[in-house]
């Protein structure tokens, strides 16, 4: 079955360090979102990628959908405090609305 | 608005007795999706409502799962003989329009019931 991978699995970053996540999936998307959750909450929604090689920018973080619509990441700029979490993407295939959620990466902002 | 709300926050079960979970999504979301978080792990699909209409139930774990939606309102998602391994936060999410590209498909998450089973 469709399974998406993210990497790495945790990441420990020192304040105003860059950090990125990957997400792989085995197959070809439709669409891939990214969330984040804080510890202790539920996730929300950050951003949605459609296109083939779709970049977006929020401020200090940067969305990139590959070109094969396989793949996708998150860069974080300067990390603060603020961002420690865990960061999930979410992919789904064509035809489906059924949404697969990334292993997750866990992110730890120290100060 | 109000967001999406579940009920209860908290469940502590004995194994083996039936628990039902309640959904109330975000008035006028048309699409409504049920997750399992396990501690420390990912999303797991369960379900997904379209209306009432579930076009998708592959990841309803066993024949012990069911939920129901009443019309584009208020889903049950209930587990019947709950088991240990059923325990985990179940996370109700809902949507304007799915798959209709852009703002559309944000799914927007309830803040979960937490299932122990004991």
């Known amino acids: 079955g469709q399974q998406v991978m993210q990497i790495p699995q945790y990441q420990h970053v020192q304040e105003g360090e860059d950090f990125t996540t990957y997400c792989n999936s085995s197959?070809?998307?439709?669409?891939i979102q990214w969330y984040k959750q804080r510890p202790g909450g539920h996730p929300v929604f950050l951003i949605q990628l459609v296109k083939s090689g779709e970049v977006k920018k929020q401020k200090r973080l940067t969305f990139q959908f590959g070109e094969a619509k396989k793949n996708s990441s998150l860069h974080i700029t300067a990390t603060q405090t603020t961002d420690v979490g865990t960061y999930f993407c979410?992919?789904?295939?064509?035809?489906?609305?059924?949404?697969?959620f990334g292993t997750g990466t866990r992110l730890k902002v120290l100060a | 608005g109000a967001g999406v709300s579940q009920s209860p926050s908290n469940k502590v079960t004995e194994k083996g007795k039936d628990v039902e979970l309640r959904c109330d999504p975000i008035s006028g979301h048309t699409a409504l999706y049920w997750y399992r978080q396990r501690l420390g792990q990912g999303l797991e699909f369960l379900i997904y409502?379209?209306?009432?209409?579930?076009?998708?139930k592959s990841g309803l774990p066993s024949d012990r799962f069911s939920a129901e939606r009443t019309g584009e309102s208020v889903s049950t998602l209930t587990i019947q003989r709950t088991q240990q391994e059923d325990s985990a936060v179940y996370l109700c999410?809902?949507?304007?329009?799915?798959?209709?590209?852009?703002?559309?498909?944000?799914?927007?998450f309830g803040p979960g019931t937490r299932l122990t089973v004991l």
């Open positions: 409502f379209q209306g009432n209409s579930a076009p998708d």
């Open positions: 999410a809902s949507s304007l329009f799915p798959l209709a590209g852009g703002s559309w498909d944000t799914q927007y």
């Open positions: 197959t070809t998307l439709s669409n």
């Open positions: 979410a992919g789904t295939t064509s035809g489906t609305y059924k949404y697969i």
